[in-house]
């Protein structure tokens, strides 16, 4: 058999077995040991029927022995049995493990791409970077701060850019509000007069339109006029 379980007594005489025949011979009559069993246990080879075999012994406390026998090759059938077990559930945490980087790596990757995105899309100007935040690690309260900070710049420039205008409007109405429009006029009609009376055609025409010209754009306040109302100007 593969596999053998004896009980024998101090002078080596099998008195439990499982094959009946063994009963009552010497255990050296049926295996070919390599030493005597001594000790009160121990390993050692041995050979039966031209097959070689693994002994384990023990020593009870009746001065009887348990010994347990068992072939080479099932030995070593069981050991690759186990190795390709053992080599099973290492390839499983392997994939496993694999696995985890790729779809951690993944994750991460998509996260830096989504913020080298809204770097771009800051870059070319536009300031308005809706991003739906998902968890709370540290990427994702960077990219919170990243979207926050581009929606204060925006808020910061529309603000300047306001205001600016604000103020090219307040220095022009200002001028405007410095140049007498009656003053200008009497004087304007006084050189139109003159040259009149100098029978200076020319420059009376001039000063008359120069005179329209202000009045269209100084006494109205306007400062876009139509079409129809810059060709009597001019």
């Given at each position: 058999n593969e596999e053998q379980m004896l009980v024998i007594d101090s002078l080596g005489t099998v008195v439990a077995s499982a094959d009946k025949e063994n009963i009552g011979k010497p255990i050296?009559?049926?295996?070919?040991?390599?030493?005597?069993?001594?000790?009160?246990?121990g390993w050692l080879d041995g050979y039966h029927n031209g097959n070689k075999v693994v002994v384990r012994h023990h020593l009870l406390e009746n001065g009887w022995r348990v010994v347990g026998l068992m072939s080479y090759n099932n030995l070593l059938h069981k050991v690759n049995s186990k190795l390709v077990q053992l080599l099973g559930v290492c390839s499983a945490f392997l994939l496993l493990a694999v696995s985890l980087v790729f779809f951690t790596s993944r994750f991460w990757t998509r996260k830096i791409k989504t913020l080298i995105r809204f770097m771009k899309q800051l870059e070319e100007g536009d300031f308005n970077i809706p991003y739906v935040y998902s968890g709370k690690d540290e990427f994702n309260e960077m990219l919170e701060s990243f979207s926050n900070?581009?929606?204060?710049?925006?808020?910061?420039?529309?603000?300047?850019?306001?205001?600016?205008?604000?103020?090219?409007?307040?220095?022009?109405?200002?001028?405007?509000?410095?140049?007498?429009?009656?003053?200008?006029?009497?004087?304007?009609?006084?050189?139109?007069?003159?040259?009149?009376?100098?029978?200076?055609?020319?420059?009376?025409?001039?000063?008359?339109?120069?005179?329209?010209?202000?009045?269209?754009?100084?006494?109205?306040?306007?400062n876009l006029i139509t079409i129809e109302e810059e060709i009597n100007i001019t």
């Open positions: 050296n009559a049926l295996y070919s040991l390599s030493s005597e069993l001594t000790g009160n246990e900070m581009s929606r204060k710049i925006n808020h910061l420039i529309q603000e300047v850019y306001i205001k600016e205008i604000a103020k090219k409007e307040a220095e022009l109405n200002n001028l405007q509000s410095l140049i007498n429009p009656h003053f200008l006029y009497n004087t304007l009609s006084s050189i139109s007069l003159l040259a009149r009376k100098n029978n200076d055609w020319d420059v009376m025409h001039m000063v008359n339109h120069l005179s329209r010209f202000y009045r269209s754009t100084l006494s109205k306040g306007k």
